[in-house]
Nanobody, 125 residues
Framework: QVQLVESGGGLVQAGGSLRLSCAAS????????MGWFRQTPGKERELVAG????????YYEDSVKGRFTISRDNAKNTVYLQMNSLKPEDTAVYYC??????????????????WGQGTQVTVSS
């Protein structure tokens, strides 16, 4: 069992930065690829960034490439999402998720067994 707790969301002006953190419990954290998803009302949850269990491979959704960076510290059981040059369209609830069944991140939410509670990110124009 893995428990995930996100933090770091908030209100920021367009062009600003935020860093989200996701702290995980459980000794097997380093074995799981991790994903950061976001969701807005009426829309499906989408993968924003994913990272392999080792941290060697990362995936980014096209709209965040060059602005967001995902990283992980397996010694601290934590995954991060550094978000720079934020835009109003980045406004969403952001969730971290763990996939115990693969070694590389999947873009499909159904493949992730463990989810955090979500953290709100609001970008004002």
């Amino acid at each position: 069992q893995v428990q995930l707790v996100e933090s770091g969301g908030g209100l920021v002006q367009a062009g600003g930065s935020l860093r989200l953190s996701c702290a995980a419990s459980g000794r097997t954290f380093s074995s799981y690829p991790m994903g950061w998803f976001r969701q807005t009302p009426g829309k499906e949850r989408e993968l924003v960034a994913g990272i392999s269990s080792s941290g060697a491979t990362a995936y980014y959704e096209d709209s965040v490439k060059g602005r967001f960076t995902i990283s992980r510290d397996n010694a601290k059981n934590t995954v991060y999402l550094q978000m720079n040059s934020l835009k109003p369209e980045d406004t969403a609830v952001y969730y971290c998720a763990a996939d115990p069944n693969r070694h590389t991140p999947s873009m499909y939410p159904a493949n992730y067994d463990y989810w955090g509670q979500g953290t709100q990110v609001t970008v004002s124009s």
